[in-house]
């Protein structure tokens, strides 16, 4: 089952852990800007939202990509770059729509989320569990049940009551 | 790497910037963050140093670890001298301006001389800029750190700023940043509002470097686990630090009507569950896994709309239990208004009280109070007092000058009532039944408080052989004891050093959980961001030469074992109710005294609390310019 | 079974999940009880 790197802003507490171990883990150093995911906040009133790569399934970037840097991973399915292939024009930086792609301020390099090769660390770190890796056939199961799950009460009280 | 890390030094007279980087020796010497910041203030400034005038130093510091991901690494801790008490003045602040003020390039700064007009300083980058803030002088603590971030185009500006209060020279004015976060205690704001400065902006792409990332990154996420699986962060993800209140109240630790009674009855309605009911979900500082605070919304009332961070069980206690006011609605109400107007919490709420009760007592008349009646458990009273404190209005004017000045001016007996110590608040906690935590209060370097010290892991009834495991020395079970317990005072007085010099918050380790990371882990965290082999050993070494710095500074300004006190109250009035072992009690003066004898003794301090000549040349303090005369 | 520490005695003891009332089996002080997580009770004041 193909999984998606799923977010859940009402559970996001903005704490940025996901940033910070994800400079850590790609890049080797504590630098949000170099992060893959990014917590984009109005501050004054308490909404946080993580940005990440949606892995698009038409991807933008690899649709403006000259040098058809941009492939799918086979395992993960993510939009990966070639590093090989590419030439850092930055269209792709351009182009997406959630400025999920950046470009490394020291070495130049196009830097985008790759899933971690199948185990984000984002996920890991993230306590509340705004972010899941998840297959979208449980993640469509859990928000129905959340969603019916008033439904449901109001079902168990009147079947009670008669 | 940690040792090309910068301190920036900012004479706001002449607006000269210059750089330095943090040497070696001090970063071995005190890590960083307070630390650091207490001997810069011991070392830079003068004895008897005006706190309100051009030559006293504001340094902000960020931890040593500031930027993990892990133990929310995100503390900054901001110090002068004390504009509140004469004494150390150190405050704390968490949020997201610390690991900012490092990706800007500096770890610390220190601040000093006058603007001659309202300026706020632009960190980006390795650059300081002085900028104009005539615009922002006025302008709430929420609304200045909007203007700014419009301004520089830049949301991702972090500020750390004041509000009316730090302008008015409210001498209790705190530091802010975001919507929640504040330094509150010992009127930084009010340094920074001396100073002309109206906020400290942040913003960088500066990397931080560690010496193992990959082992760090695997170790952080350990240190997350082991706090998040204890029962206080769980507990405390969902409500918050008022979960405090459920223990306290229920037991009858907490002061009620300023120092009347120590449990408030009828108190359902401030019990952390039904924050619930205002509550759109829980807010995290930087790198915290804990979230522990709220983020709430009042929908209706005069007050409404309104959307608020926190609070915390500070502000329960302080416009909740202290003034006798019953309803959550008129916590989250004050809370805001302390937050907008940048005033500590603690010490307005410790001064309402107060006033009301010398109110009650008549040695307050309607004539003094500008006609406002300080009725107890009167909401109106309250919001209207933090608004006359903050713009120092009438009786807010008394009021602003803290307990020394407002004493000095009412008089009339009024010091009795006032529960404080060297010239500071005390929290709403009621120490009476537990003379661990009244040694705490009475021995901070800050004046009455509780995070320099508090073992709230004494009120758990923990078996001995564990305490002793903990402690490194016999300590006694039961709370209200006197045995061992200045032992834990004095250990948790270096842990604390240690985690505000690292930079990591003092929840997340022996704080409320037994089971929380300490000496080891913070041993192997520094070890691998780092790569300074520091044992437990070498870090209570650190933690004692950090606190004996602070009790040289204090002494130089002319404390002494006097102001090691607490309150007369505590010894003459016991608390009249609440369970068994918190009713009935006070504080044996005797065995205070004693506790006091030990404690200095384990600091390696004489009878007078002065540090002997050996302890200062075990912890490399002799060669400071000790000015003890 | 998540066990409170009662606050007078000090004795742990275990509450039934979801209870929103315990009594301490030692000292018989009465709790009201509520559940930071499903698995985790806690004193939320006295009955």
Same mark, same amino acid.
């Given at each position: 089952?193909?999984?998606?790197?799923?977010?859940?802003?009402?559970?996001?507490?903005?704490?940025?852990?996901?940033?910070?171990?994800c400079?850590?883990?790609?890049?080797?150093?504590?630098?949000?800007?170099?992060?893959?995911?990014?917590?984009?906040?109005?501050?004054?009133?308490?909404?946080?939202?993580?940005?990440?790569?949606?892995?698009?399934?038409?991807?933008?970037?690899?649709?403006?990509?000259?040098?058809?840097?941009v492939?799918?991973?086979?395992?993960?399915?993510?939009?990966?770059?070639?590093?090989?292939?590419?030439?850092?024009?930055?269209?792709?930086?351009?182009?997406?729509?959630?400025?999920?792609?950046?470009?490394?301020?020291?070495?130049?390099t196009?830097?985008?989320?790759?899933?971690?090769?199948?185990?984000?660390v984002?996920?890991?770190?993230?306590?509340?569990?705004?972010?899941?890796?998840?297959?979208?056939?449980?993640?469509?199961?859990?928000?129905?049940?959340?969603?019916?799950?008033?439904?449901?009460?109001y079902?168990?009280?009147?079947?009670?009551?008669? | 790497?940690?040792?090309?890390?910068?301190i920036?030094?900012?004479?706001?007279?002449?607006?000269?910037?210059?750089?330095?980087? =943090?040497?070696?020796?001090?970063?071995?010497?005190?890590?960083?963050?307070?630390?650091?910041?207490m001997?810069?203030?011991?070392?830079?400034?003068?004895?008897?140093?005006?706190p309100?005038?051009?030559?006293?130093v504001?340094? =902000?510091?960020?931890?040593?670890?500031?930027?993990?991901?892990?133990?929310?690494s995100?503390?900054?801790?901001i110090?002068?001298?004390?504009?509140?008490?004469?004494? =150390?003045?150190?405050?704390?602040?968490?949020?997201?301006?610390?690991?900012?003020?490092?990706?800007?390039?500096?770890?610390?700064?220190?601040?000093?001389?006058?603007?001659?007009?309202?300026?706020?300083?632009?960190i980006?980058?390795?650059?300081?800029?002085?900028?104009?803030?005539?615009?922002?002088?006025g302008?709430?603590t929420?609304?200045?750190?909007?203007?700014?971030?419009?301004?520089?185009?830049?949301?991702?500006?972090?500020?750390? =700023?004041?509000?009316?209060?730090?302008?008015?020279?409210?001498r209790?004015?705190?530091?802010?940043?975001?919507?929640?976060?504040?330094?509150?205690?010992?009127?930084?704001?009010?340094?920074?509002?001396?100073?002309?400065?109206?906020?400290?902006a942040?913003?960088?792409?500066?990397?931080?470097?560690?010496?193992y990332?990959?082992?760090?990154?695997?170790?952080?996420?350990?240190?997350?686990?082991?706090?998040?699986?204890?029962?206080?962060?769980?507990a405390?993800?969902?409500?918050?630090?008022?979960i405090?209140?459920?223990?306290?109240?229920?037991?009858?630790?907490?002061?009620?009507?300023?120092?009347?009674?120590?449990?408030?009855e009828?108190?359902?309605?401030?019990?952390?569950?039904n924050?619930?009911?205002?509550?759109?979900?829980?807010?995290?500082?930087?790198?915290?896994?804990?979230?522990?605070?709220?983020?709430?919304?009042?929908?209706?009332?005069?007050?409404?709309?309104?959307?608020?961070?926190?609070?915390?069980?500070?502000?329960?206690?302080?416009?909740?239990?202290?003034?006798?006011?019953?309803?959550?609605?008129?916590?989250?109400?004050?809370?805001?208004?302390?937050?907008?107007?940048?005033?500590?919490?603690l010490?307005?709420?410790?001064?309402i009280?107060?006033?009301?009760?010398?109110?009650?007592?008549?040695?307050?008349?309607?004539?003094?109070?500008?006609?406002?009646?300080?009725?107890?458990?009167d909401?109106?009273?309250?919001?209207?007092?933090?608004?006359?404190?903050?713009?120092?209005?009438?009786?807010?004017?008394?009021?602003?000058?803290?307990?020394?000045?407002?004493?000095?001016?009412?008089?009339?007996?009024?010091?009795?009532?006032?529960?404080?110590?060297?010239?500071?608040?005390?929290?709403h906690?009621?120490?009476?039944?537990?003379?661990?935590?009244?040694?705490?209060?009475?021995?901070?370097?800050?004046?009455a408080?509780?995070?320099?010290?508090?073992?709230?892991?004494?009120?758990?009834?923990?078996?001995?052989?564990?305490?002793?495991?903990?402690?490194?020395?016999s300590?006694?079970?039961?709370?209200?004891?006197?045995?061992?317990?200045?032992?834990?005072?004095?250990?948790?007085?270096?842990?604390?050093?240690?985690?505000?010099?690292?930079?990591?918050?003092?929840?997340?380790?022996?704080?409320?959980?037994?089971?929380?990371?300490?000496?080891?882990?913070?041993?192997k965290?520094?070890q691998?961001?780092?790569?300074?082999?520091?044992?437990?050993?070498?870090?209570?070494?650190?933690g004692e030469?950090?606190?004996?710095?602070?009790?040289?500074?204090?002494?130089?300004?002319?404390?002494?074992?006097?102001?090691?006190?607490?309150?007369?109250?505590?010894?003459?009035?016991?608390?009249?109710?609440?369970?068994?072992?918190?009713?009935?009690?006070?504080?044996?003066?005797?065995?205070?005294?004693?506790?006091?004898?030990?404690?200095?003794?384990?600091?390696?301090?004489?009878?007078?609390?002065?540090?002997?000549?050996?302890?200062?040349?075990?912890?490399?303090?002799?060669?400071?310019?000790?000015?003890?005369? | 079974?998540?066990?409170?520490?009662?606050?007078?005695?000090?004795?742990?003891?275990?509450?039934?999940?979801?209870?929103?009332?315990?009594?301490?089996?030692?000292?018989?002080?009465?709790?009201?009880?509520?559940?930071?997580?499903?698995?985790?009770?806690?004193?939320?004041?006295?009955?």
């Amino acid at each position: 089952m193909q999984k998606i790197l799923a977010i859940d802003p009402e559970k996001c507490t903005g704490c940025r852990l996901c940033e910070t171990a994800c400079s850590i883990h790609n890049e080797k150093t504590c630098a949000p800007e170099r992060a893959r995911i990014h917590v984009t906040k109005w501050e004054n009133e308490g909404i946080y939202i993580p940005m990440v790569c949606q892995q698009c399934d038409i991807p933008i970037c690899e649709t403006v990509c000259p040098m058809h840097a941009v492939k799918r991973d086979t395992d993960t399915q993510a939009v990966i770059i070639d590093e090989k292939l590419c030439v850092g024009c930055r269209l792709c930086v351009q182009f997406c729509p959630f400025g999920a792609i950046g470009v490394n301020d020291k070495t130049k390099t196009i830097t985008k989320c790759d899933l971690c090769g199948g185990e984000p660390v984002c996920v890991k770190f993230c306590q509340p569990e705004a972010l899941q890796y998840i297959d979208t056939i449980t993640l469509n199961q859990r928000k129905r049940r959340a969603a019916a799950k008033k439904f449901s009460e109001y079902l168990k009280k009147m079947l009670i009551t008669i | 790497m940690v040792w090309n890390r910068k301190i920036a030094f900012i004479n706001l007279s002449t607006g000269k910037v210059s750089q330095k980087l =943090v040497s070696k020796t001090m970063r071995t010497l005190y890590l960083g963050g307070r630390g650091l910041n207490m001997h810069m203030l011991y070392t830079l400034l003068k004895p008897k140093t005006d706190p309100l005038g051009h030559e006293n130093v504001l340094f =902000v510091g960020a931890g040593l670890l500031g930027g993990i991901p892990c133990l929310g690494s995100g503390r900054c801790d901001i110090a002068a001298k004390s504009p509140l008490t004469g004494a =150390v003045g150190d405050s704390n602040i968490g949020g997201f301006f610390a690991p900012e003020l490092r990706f800007a390039g500096f770890d610390h700064l220190a601040i000093t001389g006058k603007a001659d007009k309202p300026v706020y300083l632009l960190i980006k980058n390795g650059e300081v800029e002085i900028k104009d803030a005539s615009h922002l002088w006025g302008e709430d603590t929420f609304e200045t750190q909007t203007v700014i971030k419009r301004d520089e185009d830049d949301q991702n500006i972090k500020s750390l =700023v004041i509000g009316v209060a730090g302008e008015n020279l409210v001498r209790f004015a705190n530091v802010r940043t975001g919507m929640k976060n504040s330094a509150g205690r010992t009127g930084m704001g009010c340094v920074m509002g001396s100073k002309n400065l109206k906020a400290i902006a942040a913003r960088g792409t500066v990397p931080l470097d560690f010496a193992y990332p990959d082992e760090l990154l695997e170790y952080c996420k350990q240190m997350n686990n082991m706090i998040t699986s204890t029962r206080w962060a769980k507990a405390q993800s969902r409500w918050g630090t008022m979960i405090i209140y459920s223990n306290t109240n229920t037991t009858g630790l907490i002061r009620t009507r300023n120092f009347q009674l120590n449990r408030l009855e009828e108190g359902e309605d401030l019990e952390p569950e039904n924050i619930d009911r205002y509550s759109i979900g829980t807010s995290g500082c930087y790198g915290c896994a804990v979230h522990c605070r709220h983020r709430y919304v009042l929908r209706e009332g005069p007050y409404a709309p309104l959307y608020g961070e926190g609070p915390e069980y500070t502000s329960l206690g302080a416009f909740g239990t202290m003034v006798d006011c019953k309803k959550m609605e008129t916590i989250l109400v004050a809370n805001h208004l302390v937050n907008k107007y940048g005033v500590d919490t603690l010490e307005t709420g410790g001064l309402i009280a107060w006033a009301m009760e010398l109110y009650e007592k008549g040695i307050l008349n309607d004539k003094m109070t500008d006609g406002l009646k300080l009725q107890w458990g009167d909401e109106e009273a309250v919001y209207e007092m933090i608004r006359k404190i903050a713009y120092r209005d009438g009786f807010g004017n008394t009021l602003a000058d803290g307990f020394r000045g407002a004493i000095a001016k009412i008089g009339n007996g009024s010091e009795y009532y006032a529960i404080q110590i060297k010239g500071m608040s005390n929290l709403h906690s009621d120490e009476r039944p537990t003379p661990s935590f009244a040694l705490g209060i009475a021995t901070s370097t800050r004046g009455a408080d509780h995070l320099r010290s508090r073992p709230a892991i004494d009120l758990y009834g923990l078996p001995e052989d564990l305490l002793k495991e903990i402690y490194g020395g016999s300590v006694a079970t039961d709370y209200n004891s006197y045995d061992g317990k200045s032992r834990m005072v004095w250990w948790q007085e270096l842990l604390y050093a240690i985690t505000d010099s690292i930079g990591t918050c003092k929840f997340q380790t022996v704080f409320c959980a037994v089971h929380a990371p300490k000496w080891k882990e913070f041993s192997k965290l520094i070890q691998l961001a780092t790569g300074m082999k520091l044992s437990k050993a070498q870090l209570m070494d650190i933690g004692e030469r950090i606190y004996t710095v602070e009790r040289l500074f204090n002494l130089r300004e002319g404390f002494s074992r006097k102001d090691d006190s607490l309150p007369e109250r505590y010894f003459k009035e016991p608390t009249p109710i609440g369970l068994p072992a918190a009713r009935n009690k006070k504080i044996d003066r005797k065995k205070f005294n004693k506790m006091l004898d030990e404690y200095y003794e384990l600091h390696g301090w004489d009878n007078n609390g002065i540090p002997t000549m050996e302890t200062l040349k075990k912890l490399h303090l002799d060669k400071e310019p000790s000015n003890l005369t | 079974m998540s066990e409170v520490r009662c606050l007078n005695c000090l004795e742990r003891f275990p509450v039934a999940p979801k209870a929103e009332m315990a009594t301490c089996p030692k000292c018989k002080t009465k709790y009201r009880i509520s559940w930071p997580t499903p698995n985790q009770a806690k004193i939320k004041g006295l009955a």
